[in-house]
């Protein structure tokens, strides 16, 4: 078994041979298996159950033999993995996964259980990881197969074999192992063994190594391991590998040939450990992955104790009638008998994947992906999650995560799934902050996800997926500290002082206020206010003032003190002020919208401010001198003429002669249609707007019909972008409005019955209904 951070090609299947006599039954005994064979399981563990040897000896690294013994542990269950990692550079890291039908598992656990002893005999993680890449492109041989002819094509040797046997499809290999292991009756379990070793044999005389060299390196290992066992156990060996490794194993060579491909290879201090794996994982053909298409379908079959279609079938129908899906007994029966039909109409023994997934969408799922897809998904894949003991070794970081994953009990599942917190309880609190240090570590187990809860409340809803390189992530993680806290406050602090953006590091002063990191603050504050001090462009102003913005409105949910942040803030705010006008002018059409962008996050962080720290009629100064200054582009002045409105600090009526003046003959169309995307654009529901003040679109529709044939098609991808942005029920009645034409009872005056639909002014009574409901959801009180 090898490192699978690629994946593995096709398994070469299982080959038995006697180690020094040509075939003949004598001893040592190799089982070349299929790494995550079910079929290979059951046979290995036949084979050990009637040879019971003294020693068995397992592809895998040598430095796992002291981890051998966790395998036994009653708290360990597969799948798993082995993890090794470069002790100065934790990045560097390979897995061995083991799945309760791999090969090696199964030997494993029977010699624990017979007290024999176990010994790993693969080349050690220490030259493993040393390589420049430390997979050796054994992508292939994973599965103890794969390779290139003569002409440097890559070949599969379970499909050369297939071929040979005379079977043919698009998937010819997997269904031939099949057929010949895996849906073998109750015969003897053992006998492909000496049949399939001698093929491989003969693979590995036509194409040698299979183009892997480095495979010649690890034989040798294994062939000097193999010597070594013999001489202290003498006869009573048995060896578990990769059925691709058997011929090679049994070649007649020297020690000192052997140990002549060993020399001088590079090392690496390495530290190995057992790690929970996922059936997902097994699942997945790159990555740390194995590249078996159906664990969970391998696992069905490799622990159902007969009958494993029927059985198979009631797993299908339990799962779909529980996400509602009408399924009777009936249809399990029927499902039965048509994979059994379709085995026997391809010529196969017993029904495979293909006929029980057919059968399934024919009968259960009724002709229907959409419940098949879920099939393959929750079932032929699955979402098993492994479990280690506690003891097992670990970084100082990865035990400090378990407790807190134990404490607050967010235990890690393979499944995605949403995690609703209410910050106001103690436990929830302890939760949001060790998520939010595990992403600043850079752990990805939790995403901020988008939940019931709106901007700034008390509630956050995280999406939470633990995938087993997040084992790595920690293993890397842990060089900034021994605990959780610590290495987030460690690389905090470093980042603050390596960073150059402004925007970086308000961004990192609110993750540390999220995280609640309190001492890595003070030093994220000084890199701040130095920072800002020096940092003259607005638009990198603007792009940090959202962040401490939001820190300051929301830090109290947290308990954390602000005043530092506030001060930051106000100085932030009052530049912003003074350089934004100028920094307006003569923008291209990219730059005023990317401007435009800066200007409504800037509103937006502006109203979160504290009062002290709020220059807000400073900033209605602003947003006055934008709308009224030729030389701003007509997305910004259209875009500070809207935001105005909505505060409240201009009427309509004082809004209609910015877009008159706006829309004139005499400005360019260009121009009137970039004014229009600002104060119309979709985004800012501008839509709406238009709906209820008809006078408005009255000028928009006037402009429109004016503007020149040569100039239209300038325009509309503008104006198509403004008003593609609204919502389906505004755009249709805005064109019922626009098709129906103008009512009013003077310039510009929409007639009380004007707009279908709406009253000629608010009904405050009707309005102020709502406010008990609004009440209740906020948890505010109703005031007089």
Same mark, same amino acid.
């Given at each position: 078994?090898?490192?699978?951070?690629?994946?593995? %090609?096709?398994?070469?299947?299982?080959?038995?041979?006697?180690?020094?006599?040509?075939?003949?039954?004598?001893?040592?005994?190799?089982?070349?298996?299929?790494?995550?064979?079910?079929?290979?399981?059951?046979?290995?563990?036949?084979?050990?159950?009637?040879?019971?040897?003294?020693?068995?000896?397992?592809?895998?690294?040598?430095?796992?033999?002291?981890?051998?013994?966790?395998? &036994?542990?009653?708290?360990?269950?597969?799948?798993?993995?082995?993890?090794?990692?470069?002790?100065?550079?934790?990045?560097?890291?390979?897995?061995?996964?083991?799945?309760?039908?791999?090969?090696?598992?199964?030997?494993?656990?029977?010699?624990?259980?017979?007290?024999?002893?176990?010994?790993?005999?693969?080349?050690?993680?220490?030259?493993?990881?040393?390589?420049?890449?430390?997979?050796?492109?054994?992508?292939?041989?994973?599965?103890?197969?794969?390779?290139?002819?003569?002409?440097?094509?890559?070949?599969?040797?379970?499909?050369?074999?297939?071929?040979?046997?005379?079977?043919?499809?698009?998937?010819?290999?997997?269904?031939?192992?099949?057929?010949?292991?895996?849906?073998?009756?109750?015969?003897?379990?053992?006998?492909?063994?000496?049949?399939?070793?001698?093929?491989?044999?003969?693979?590995?005389?036509?194409?040698?190594?299979?183009?892997?060299?480095?495979?010649?390196?690890?034989?040798?290992?294994?062939?000097?391991?193999?010597?070594?066992?013999?001489?202290?156990? &003498?006869?009573?060996?048995?060896?578990?590998?990769?059925?691709?490794?058997?011929?090679?194993?049994?070649?007649?060579?020297?020690?000192?040939?052997?140990?002549?491909?060993?020399?001088?290879?590079?090392?690496?201090?390495?530290?190995?450990?057992?790690?929970?794996?996922?059936?997902?994982?097994?699942?997945?053909?790159? &990555?740390?992955?194995?590249?078996?298409?159906?664990?969970?379908?391998?696992?069905?079959?490799?622990?159902?104790?007969?009958?494993?279609?029927?059985?198979?079938?009631?797993?299908?129908?339990?799962?779909?009638?529980?996400?509602?899906?009408?399924?009777?007994?009936?249809?399990?029966?029927?499902?039965?008998?048509?994979?059994?039909?379709?085995?026997?109409?391809?010529?196969?023994?017993?029904?495979?994947?293909?006929?029980?997934?057919?059968?399934?969408?024919?009968?259960?799922?009724?002709?229907?992906?959409?419940?098949?897809?879920?099939?393959?998904?929750?079932?032929?894949?699955?979402?098993?999650?492994?479990?280690?003991?506690? &003891?097992?070794?670990?970084?100082?970081?990865?035990?400090?995560?378990?407790?807190?994953?134990?404490?607050?009990?967010?235990?890690?599942?393979?499944?995605?799934?949403?995690?609703?917190?209410?910050?106001?309880?103690?436990?929830?609190?302890?939760?949001?902050?060790?998520?939010?240090?595990?992403?600043?570590?850079?752990?990805?187990?939790?995403?901020?996800?988008?939940?019931?809860? %709106?901007?700034?409340?008390?509630?956050?809803?995280?999406?939470?997926?633990?995938?087993?390189?997040?084992?790595?992530?920690?293993?890397?993680?842990?060089?900034? %500290?021994?605990?959780?806290?610590?290495?987030?406050?460690?690389?905090?602090?470093?980042?603050?002082?390596?960073?150059?953006?402004?925007?970086?590091?308000?961004?990192?002063?609110?993750?540390?206020?999220?995280?609640?990191?309190?001492?890595?603050?003070?030093?994220?504050?000084?890199?701040?206010?130095?920072?800002?001090?020096?940092?003259?462009?607005?638009?990198?102003?603007?792009?940090?003032?959202?962040?401490?913005?939001?820190?300051?409105?929301?830090?109290?949910?947290?308990?954390?003190?602000?005043?530092?942040?506030?001060?930051?803030?106000?100085?932030?705010?009052?530049?912003?002020?003074?350089?934004?006008?100028?920094?307006?002018?003569?923008?291209?059409?990219?730059?005023?919208?990317?401007?435009?962008?800066?200007?409504?996050?800037?509103?937006?962080?502006?109203?979160?401010?504290?009062?002290?720290?709020?220059?807000?009629?400073?900033?209605? %100064?602003?947003?006055?001198?934008?709308?009224?200054?030729?030389?701003?582009?007509?997305?910004?002045?259209?875009?500070?003429?809207?935001?105005?409105?909505?505060?409240?600090?201009?009427?309509?009526?004082?809004?209609?002669?910015?877009?008159?003046?706006?829309?004139?003959?005499?400005?360019?169309?260009?121009?009137?249609?970039?004014?229009?995307?600002?104060?119309?654009?979709?985004?800012?529901?501008?839509?709406?707007?238009?709906?209820?003040?008809?006078?408005?679109?009255?000028?928009?529709?006037?402009?429109?019909?004016?503007?020149?044939?040569?100039?239209?098609?300038?325009?509309?991808?503008?104006?198509?972008?403004?008003?593609?942005?609204?919502?389906?029920?505004?755009?249709?009645?805005?064109?019922?409005?626009?098709?129906?034409?103008?009512?009013?009872?003077?310039?510009?005056?929409?007639?009380?019955?004007?707009?279908?639909?709406?009253?000629?002014?608010?009904?405050?009574?009707?309005?102020?209904?709502?406010?008990?409901?609004?009440?209740?959801?906020?948890?505010?009180?109703?005031?007089?």
């Amino acid at each position: 078994m090898t490192p699978t951070t690629t994946a593995p %090609g096709p398994a070469p299947g299982r080959g038995a041979i006697r180690a020094g006599d040509g075939g003949r039954r004598g001893r040592p005994l190799l089982l070349g298996v299929r790494h995550h064979g079910p079929g290979s399981a059951r046979a290995v563990r036949a084979a050990l159950e009637a040879e019971k040897p003294a020693v068995v000896l397992v592809e895998g690294p040598a430095e796992a033999d002291a981890l051998v013994a966790l395998a &036994g542990d009653p708290s360990m269950r597969p799948p798993v993995a082995l993890l090794a990692h470069a002790v100065d550079d934790p990045g560097r890291a390979a897995f061995w996964p083991m799945a309760e039908f791999s090969p090696e598992w199964v030997a494993i656990r029977w010699a624990l259980d017979r007290g024999a002893a176990v010994r790993f005999v693969d080349l050690p993680a220490a030259h493993t990881l040393a390589a420049a890449d430390p997979t050796w492109d054994d992508s292939e041989e994973a599965d103890g197969g794969g390779g290139t002819d003569a002409d440097g094509l890559r070949i599969d040797p379970l499909a050369e074999l297939a071929r040979t046997a005379g079977t043919t499809g698009h998937n010819a290999a997997e269904q031939w192992w099949e057929d010949v292991v895996e849906l073998r009756g109750d015969g003897d379990p053992t006998a492909p063994f000496e049949a399939l070793a001698e093929a491989m044999g003969a693979l590995r005389e036509a194409y040698g190594h299979g183009g892997h060299p480095r495979d010649l390196v690890r034989e040798a290992y294994m062939r000097l391991q193999l010597r070594a066992a013999h001489k202290e156990f &003498g006869d009573e060996v048995a060896v578990v590998c990769g059925a691709w490794h058997v011929p090679a194993l049994t070649r007649k060579t020297t020690v000192a040939a052997d140990r002549a491909l060993l020399k001088g290879l590079p090392k690496v201090k390495t530290e190995l450990t057992w790690v929970p794996w996922t059936h997902r994982r097994l699942a997945r053909r790159s &990555g740390y992955g194995a590249g078996i298409d159906a664990p969970g379908w391998y696992g069905h079959l490799f622990t159902a104790p007969d009958r494993p279609v029927e059985r198979w079938m009631t797993k299908v129908a339990r799962l779909l009638r529980a996400e509602d899906h009408l399924v009777s007994t009936a249809h399990v029966i029927e499902a039965v008998r048509l994979a059994e039909t379709l085995a026997a109409l391809r010529g196969r023994p017993h029904p495979g994947l293909d006929e029980t997934t057919d059968a399934v969408r024919a009968v259960l799922c009724e002709g229907s992906d959409v419940p098949l897809d879920l099939v393959r998904d929750r079932l032929v894949v699955g979402d098993v999650l492994g479990e280690v003991p506690a &003891g097992a070794p670990a970084v100082p970081l990865q035990r400090d995560l378990s407790r807190l994953q134990r404490s607050l009990r967010l235990k890690p599942e393979a499944q995605e799934r949403e995690l609703d917190l209410d910050l106001r309880k103690e436990t929830d609190g302890a939760r949001s902050r060790l998520l939010h240090r595990l992403r600043l570590l850079g752990v990805d187990w939790g995403a901020p996800a988008a939940g019931r809860a %709106g901007t700034g409340t008390f509630r956050e809803t995280w999406r939470l997926h633990w995938e087993p390189e997040l084992h790595v992530q920690v293993a890397e993680a842990g060089v900034w %500290g021994t605990t959780v806290e610590a290495a987030a406050t460690a690389k905090a602090e470093s980042r603050a002082l390596a960073a150059t953006a402004l925007a970086d590091i308000t961004a990192l002063a609110e993750q540390c206020l999220l995280a609640g990191l309190a001492d890595a603050l003070p030093v994220v504050m000084r890199a701040l206010a130095d920072r800002a001090a020096l940092d003259t462009d607005v638009t990198h102003l603007a792009q940090a003032l959202p962040a401490l913005a939001r820190s300051l409105r929301y830090g109290d949910v947290r308990g954390t003190d602000t005043a530092a942040l506030a001060e930051v803030a106000a100085g932030l705010a009052e530049r912003i002020c003074v350089g934004l006008p100028p920094a307006c002018t003569g923008l291209d059409a990219d730059a005023a919208t990317a401007m435009r962008d800066r200007i409504d996050e800037v509103h937006q962080a502006l109203v979160l401010l504290p009062d002290t720290a709020r220059p807000a009629d400073r900033w209605a %100064g602003v947003l006055h001198r934008l709308a009224r200054r030729d030389r701003v582009p007509g997305v910004l002045r259209g875009r500070a003429a809207r935001l105005l409105l909505d505060e409240g600090r201009i009427t309509e009526d004082e809004a209609a002669p910015l877009m008159s003046r706006a829309l004139s003959p005499g400005a360019p169309p260009q121009d009137a249609a970039a004014w229009i995307e600002g104060f119309a654009g979709g985004a800012s529901g501008g839509g709406l707007l238009l709906v209820h003040d008809e006078r408005l679109l009255g000028m928009i529709d006037t402009w429109l019909t004016s503007v020149p044939p040569a100039a239209f098609t300038d325009v509309l991808p503008l104006l198509r972008r403004t008003f593609s942005a609204y919502e389906p029920g505004v755009r249709r009645t805005l064109g019922e409005l626009v098709a129906r034409g103008p009512q009013s009872d003077g310039p510009g005056r929409a007639t009380p019955g004007g707009v279908p639909g709406f009253a000629a002014a608010l009904d405050r009574e009707r309005a102020d209904a709502v406010l008990p409901l609004l009440h209740l959801i906020l948890g505010t009180e109703v005031t007089a």
